[in-house]
T-cell receptor, first 114, second 115 residues
Framework: GAVVSQHPSRVICKSGTSVKIECRSL??????MFWYRQFPKQSLMLMAT?????????EQGVEKDKFLINHASLTLSTLTVTSAHPEDSSFYIC??????????FGPGTRLTVL | QKEVEQNSGPLSVPEGAIASLNCTYS??????FFWYRQYSGKSPELIMS????GDKEDGRFTAQLNKASQYVSLLIRDSQPSDSATYLC???????????????FGQGTILTVHP
């Protein structure tokens, strides 16, 4: 089956620094990818839709200047958390549609901001 | 009102029993419905998808959809300790179009299957 990878799987950073998370579709092309965030004991919340060749679309309440998304190619989307703060600590998960309503999820990135 | 709401948990069942998980959704135009299983610290994995009213069976899992009642459920027969996880109901509001693949998740139900 199709595989989506994320890198890094875990990152710890200091408050005020920026962190980049990569999401790659390994054996298929994805013109669209989705970024979710999951706080402990909560469900996945869609943050934004990453679109290859155009700007990302953000869900209501998500700061586009804080969460920068770049869909550099048909197999790579990146999420950069700028000026990270402890409240940004979360589990970030990307996904890519695989056709027929199938979603392929990445393994997730655990971000801890000290 | 939450868009996708699941029955409150946690749910605990003995090994071999049937676990019943329920989900309601508010958007009547929703077309596609999914059940995901998520183990702690891992990303969700798809268990079942259902698009039409009625039942859909896959091994020990049966998904049931009732669009008139805006209700979708998941039954797990012969529950095993390895089924212990958080189960997430997800809805895709539009099949095709700009929101293709965009999922709205319920809050999840924690299932524990005890030996």
């Amino acid at each position: 089956g199709a595989v989506v990878s994320q890198h890094p799987s875990r990152v710890i950073c200091k408050s005020g620094t920026s962190v980049k998370i990569e999401c790659r579709s390994l054996d298929f092309q994805a013109t669209t990818m989705f970024w979710y965030r999951q706080f402990p004991k909560q469900s996945l919340m869609l943050m934004a839709t990453s679109n290859e060749g155009s700007k990302a679309t953000y869900e209501q309440g998500v700061e586009k200047d804080k969460f920068l998304i770049n869909h550099a190619s048909l197999t790579l989307s990146t999420l950069t958390v700028t000026s990270a703060h402890p409240e940004d600590s979360s589990f970030y998960i990307c996904s890519a549609p695989g056709g027929a309503d199938t979603q392929y999820f990445g393994p997730g990135t655990r971000l801890t901001v000290l | 009102q939450k868009e996708v709401e699941q029955n409150s948990g946690p749910l605990s069942v003995p090994e071999g029993a049937i676990a019943s998980l329920n989900c309601t959704y508010s958007d009547r135009v929703s077309q596609s419905f999914f059940w995901y299983r998520q183990y702690s610290g891992k990303s969700p994995e798809l268990i079942m998808s259902i698009y039409s009213n009625g039942d859909k069976e896959d091994g020990r899992f049966t998904a049931q959809l009732n669009k008139a009642s805006q209700y979708v459920s998941l039954l797990i027969r012969d529950s095993q300790p390895s089924d212990s996880a958080t189960y997430l109901c997800a809805v895709n509001a539009n099949a095709g179009g700009t929101s293709y693949g965009k999922l709205t998740f319920g809050q999840g139900t924690i299932l524990t299957v005890h030996p």
